[in-house]
């Protein structure tokens, strides 16, 4: 389980400098991002606006499919941050059960591996990742 831990941490360290850099641009503060619109032809386009109006992506008078400002706007880089935290704080339960996994074979431990197996899913196409760790 150590590799897959480490395999982890490395995924979440990647994302969490990129959610870094971009709350770092000039144009943030924080890092929160909203979505703005639906405007446009047939209400399907939006921007993306910094916590203060700054535009991220799109104007008014651009193109930019609603349902990608959504997306982008809901992974801002506060969100990504708070997620990433809350992984970590997986990873280190995981990491403390582990010491226990001999008594906890078929209980906690070997539950909560199973856990990590599954958030490892979301890298497969990730050169480092095994197969072995597929649930």
């Keep these: 389980m150590d590799d897959l831990v480490q395999f982890l941490r490395d ?14 641009e000039e144009f943030c503060r924080d890092g ?5 619109g ?3 032809d047939g209400n399907r386009f939006g921007s993306v606006q910094s916590e203060v109006s700054e535009a991220i992506l799109g104007e008014d008078t651009d193109n930019v499919p609603f349902a990608y400002v959504d997306h982008i706007a809901h992974h801002s880089p506060e ?3 708070a997620e990433i935290d809350a992984k970590r704080s997986l990873l280190e ?3 403390r059960a582990r010491d226990y996994h001999e008594t906890f074979v078929n209980g906690f431990a070997a539950a909560l591996e199973n856990t990590l197996r599954l958030h490892a899913v979301a890298y497969a196409d990730h050169p480092d990742y095994r197969g072995t760790w597929r649930p």
Excluded at 11 to 22: F, G, K, P, S, T
Excluded at 32 to 36: I, L, P, V
Aim: no cysteine; aromatic share 10%; charged share 35%.
């Design 32 to 36: 929160r991002w909203t979505a703005r």
């Design 11 to 24: 995924r979440y360290d990647e994302e969490a400098r990129l959610a870094i850099a971009a709350r770092d």
């Design 38 to 40: 639906p405007f446009g």
């Design 79 to 81: 969100h990504v941050l």
């Design 93 to 95: 339960l995981a990491e």
